[in-house]
């Protein structure tokens, strides 16, 4: 591992935390296509490595700011992160046994439509 790689991957950890505190967002939208763009991951390689970096509560402290500031649903949480679990599971399943061109497509494609609709809608 060179040092552009090293800074790169400290770089996208910061950024993907801060935007994760400010946001609720750093796996999905930072951490993935810096992965591939910067350090050269496959679309793959991408995703298993930010589930990994997710797996650990590394969002605790970010969570435990806004629970005591009163915005923190427990009971709704609860019920995601259980249904988040078997969502998972099941997903990861299907995305390796993609190709990853079309992999590629799928997450491109939740990302435009995501977008667009939170800069279309009121």
Do not use: C, R
Not at 30 to 54: D, Y
């Amino acid at each position: 591992m060179d040092i552009f790689t090293v800074f790169s991957l400290i770089f996208i950890g910061i950024l993907a935390g801060f935007l994760s505190g400010i946001m609720g967002i750093g796996g999905s939208v930072v951490m993935i296509p810096l992965l591939i763009l910067w350090v050269g991951f496959s679309q793959h390689e991408a995703q298993g490595t930010s589930l990994a970096v997710l797996s650990i509560p590394v969002t605790l402290l970010a969570a435990f700011n806004y629970y005591k500031e009163g915005y923190v649903n427990w009971k709704f949480a609860l019920i995601i992160a259980i249904t988040f679990i078997v969502g998972g599971y099941i997903g990861s399943k299907f995305a390796i046994s993609i190709n990853q061109g079309l992999l590629k497509k799928i997450f491109g494609g939740v990302l435009l439509i995501v977008a667009l609709k939170m800069i279309f809608s009121k």
